[in-house]
């Protein structure tokens, strides 16, 4: 599976965004999507997943209450929207895409196998 992301920019604090990440093809074979990112120093840290099927999410707890992981499934596209953003959510953020059927350590991003090429968010104070 093929993941494009789009989206990322420059906003001041206090400000939003909205990610996207397009599936090249049919994501029969996909159980749950989810958003990374990595900032400058730092590792590739996990932001939110969703169930592909019936969209159940989780989040970190650094992001919880701000932002709001979705998806449309007839057009194969992941979202994430980005509200109330702070200079620390800085980063590139990449869409990744998950073959397993079990939910065993979801967070880490050796559970999925398909990623996007990542799209900078940039958040000025």
């Known amino acids: 599976v093929q993941l494009q992301a789009s989206g990322g920019g420059l906003v001041q604090a206090g400000g939003f965004l909205r990610l996207s990440c397009a599936a090249a093809e049919r994501t029969s074979s996909i159980y749950r999507m989810a958003w990374f990112r990595q900032s400058p120093g730092k590792e590739h840290t996990f932001v939110a997943v969703?169930?592909?099927?019936?969209?159940?999410?989780g989040y970190a707890d650094s992001v919880k209450d701000r932002f709001t992981i979705s998806r449309d499934n007839a057009k194969n596209v992941l979202y994430l929207q980005m509200d109330s953003l702070k200079p620390e959510d800085t980063a590139v953020y990449y869409c990744?895409?998950?073959?397993?059927?079990?939910?065993?350590?979801?967070?880490?991003?050796?559970?999925?196998?398909?990623w996007g090429q990542g799209t900078l968010v940039t958040v000025s104070s």
């Open positions: 969703i169930d592909w099927s019936d969209g159940a999410a």
């Open positions: 990744a895409a998950s073959g397993n059927r079990s939910w065993m350590n979801y967070k880490s991003g050796s559970h999925y196998g398909y």
